[in-house]
């Protein structure tokens, strides 16, 4: 069993970790056991009953949470001709070509999401090996390959999470800060979790949601009611 220090025991102090707690009191519960000094995020897990490895047991998707993520999001743009002025009129914070494409082979990725117009594709494709791997490869379903690269930009800086589903069948994605206000944080939660139930796949069999938790960065996770989500 894994030993915790003084910081984190206190935490854990109060949680019954067998015990689902209602979303309101949940929220409050990571709230006040995130004592660090900085602005912890506020990370939801969701334990989903499928198997990734099958294609018709992935869950993926994108949601615009109502309250932002209160992160600060890096996007690189692969555009070219006019493209080029309007990712970076919409705030994109790496914007190129081929360029691009020789700082990431060389290992510079500076940035958390990849932006693509329909025509760089030839450029973006060779990079699969790389971004894949990371979850960074521009993909139409999520609206990361699109001609419009200012309104795809706007919605990923404006707090859009892409959410995915791990090796062991579990979500993990941030829904905001302990600075949020807690309806904020719940409105996030609810909006997610509703995503993912939009997301079920056709391959889903029995339970779909088996667990759902939520933490701050540096805190304990509390689990979570799933009656209290809605849907």
Do not use: W
């Amino acid at each position: 069993m894994a030993k915790h220090g003084k910081r984190m025991k206190k935490a854990i102090d109060g949680i019954d970790r067998d015990a689902d707690y209602a979303l309101g009191v949940a929220v409050k519960m990571v709230k006040e056991r995130a004592t660090t000094k900085f602005d912890e995020t506020v990370e939801m897990s969701i334990n989903l009953n499928v198997d990734p490895r099958h294609a018709d047991q992935m869950v993926r998707g994108v949601i615009s949470l109502p309250h932002g993520t209160g992160k600060s999001v890096r996007v690189a743009v692969f555009a070219k001709g006019d493209k080029v002025k309007e990712a970076e009129d919409a705030g994109a914070d790496l914007v190129g070509g081929d360029d691009l494409a020789q700082k990431i082979q060389a290992g510079e990725i500076d940035f958390d999401r990849c932006v693509a117009t329909p025509d760089m594709m030839s450029v973006v494709g060779k990079l699969g090996k790389i971004l894949g791997p990371r979850g960074l490869m521009p993909n139409p379903k999520l609206g990361t390959v699109t001609p419009d690269v200012a309104a795809a930009v706007a919605a990923v800086k404006g707090g859009q999470v892409e959410f995915r589903t791990e090796k062991a069948g579990i979500i993990h994605a941030g829904v905001g800060k302990v600075s949020f206000a807690d309806d904020q944080l719940a409105a996030n939660v609810r909006a997610l979790y509703d995503a993912v139930m939009k997301a079920k796949p056709a391959g889903a069999k029995g339970t779909y949601v088996k667990r759902v938790s939520l933490s701050s960065t540096m805190g304990p996770g509390v689990r979570l009611e799933i009656s209290s989500l809605g849907g």
